[in-house]
């Protein structure tokens, strides 16, 4: 098996230098405009692959099928999704940069000559010489997270339409906004994908096949103060900046997650802003166990009703750990695990200390676990991913599609 690592190259290079940041603050889906440059080319070039059936939903999914070769009738369908967005980190348009062949040297990103990524400050490095390492230049994201998932996919489907001696039941495909902010699945129906079981690419080790993430809350706080002019504001004035910092100085610092790692959960200040008469601070809540997230959620509002300012606080679950429902059945897990040895790779599994779609779709009755895809450093400039990896990641995939035929 030989995926064609030109063409993967190619495609990664081409969508992450279209910038697709999604933006919280926006209430439509996909969440910003520029989602869509590249949700159309994708539906371009999943027809220019010979796909019958592309569309793109009024919200920015994209979807296609890869029909059955299989002689089975009743082989299952199984989808494979990854998201076009990326982080609000590091914005602008990434110019990547292949480092062919990587000597183990340190690689000095150009844009920023203080970006640099070494052995010594990542030791993975040590095990990626010889291959050809992809960054960015050093001023924003590389965007790997997740356009390698959607490179990935993409070469796995040209591989299948290119040898129709790989014999496979239905494969449907799903490339969608949003995930970044949460919102990746809030638009898509079950029937659309119409499968028993389905795989994010979006996760990070060679190898890794992901059943446990974090379960996930968000909060908004909304604080009003009272005006009243600073020279005659004694008794009057009510300042909702300083009530906001009184609520981030209560949160108890082994509850900042700079300071946990493992599987301690954590509440996140994700952002602040208003003035002295109104202040907002969005937070995100996440733990592991349910009893966990419950704990920090009545945490916040004890905390805020302890606020002399008047406040609003809105707390929306956004996704689940997908453990809950995958752990009644594997199958879908055991599968990846024999792709993934099938490509050569010894499978690993580590609790995800963040979230996929597939927390989202599991939690709605779609088992969905998550595959590796090579990306490392995300959400940072100093971004980075191995082309063989996603070599391994693509070919995985071609083995998982012949080994749920082999199973129907």
């Known amino acids: 098996m030989g995926i064609d690592d030109k063409d993967l190259l190619d495609r990664f290079l081409r969508y992450v230098q279209i910038d697709t940041e999604s933006d919280v603050h926006s209430d439509s889906c996909p969440s910003s405009e520029k989602q869509w440059n590249l949700i159309y080319f994708l539906e371009r070039e999943l027809k220019e692959l010979g796909l019958k059936d592309v569309s793109v939903t009024e919200f920015g999914y994209v979807l296609a099928s890869v029909p059955s070769n299989s002689k089975k009738k009743d082989a299952p369908q199984i989808a494979f999704l990854a998201h076009v967005d990326t ?77 129709p001696e790989i014999i496979h039941g239905p494969v449907r495909i799903c490339f969608n906004p949003d995930e970044e902010i949460g919102r990746g699945m809030n638009k898509l129906e079950l029937s659309e994908l119409n499968a028993v079981a389905a795989y994010t690419l979006d996760s990070e080790h060679t190898g890794e096949i992901d059943f446990e993430t974090f379960s996930a809350d968000q909060a908004v706080l909304e604080i009003e103060g009272v005006a009243a002019h600073p020279g005659s504001a004694k008794g009057v004035l009510v300042n909702a900046l300083r009530a906001a910092a009184s609520v981030l100085e209560k949160i108890p610092k082994d509850l900042f997650p700079e300071e946990v790692d493992g599987r301690n959960g954590f509440i996140h200040p994700l952002e602040i802003t208003g003035t002295s008469e109104k202040a907002i601070i969005r937070f995100i809540i996440r733990d592991f166990e349910l009893d966990g997230l419950d704990e920090k959620r009545e945490l916040l509002k004890t905390i805020v009703k302890s606020l002399k300012a008047k406040s609003k606080l809105t707390i929306t679950p956004q996704y689940r750990n997908m453990r809950y429902w995958l752990e009644k059945d594997f199958t879908p897990v055991d599968y990846a695990r024999q792709a993934i040895k099938r490509a050569g790779l010894k499978p690993y599994s580590e609790a995800v200390r963040g979230g996929t779609d597939g927390s989202r779709l599991t939690e709605r009755g779609l088992p969905t676990p998550n595959i590796f895809t ?10 980075w991913i191995s082309l063989q990896d996603m070599i391994l990641s693509a070919t995985t995939l071609v083995h998982l599609v012949q080994i749920w035929e082999e199973n129907s």
């Open 87 to 163: 982080a609000d980190a590091c914005r602008g348009c990434a110019k990547p940069i292949v480092h062919r062949k990587y000597d183990g040297s340190p690689i000095v990103l150009p844009d920023d000559q203080s970006q640099e990524l070494t052995k010594e400050a990542i030791p993975l490095l040590s095990e990626k010489i010889g291959e050809d390492i992809i960054t960015a230049s050093g001023t924003t994201l590389l965007g790997a997270d997740d356009k390698a998932g959607v490179a990935i996919i993409m070469s796995m489907v040209k591989y299948l339409v290119d040898h």
């Open 374 to 383: 090579g990306f490392h450093n995300i959400h940072s400039p100093k971004e």
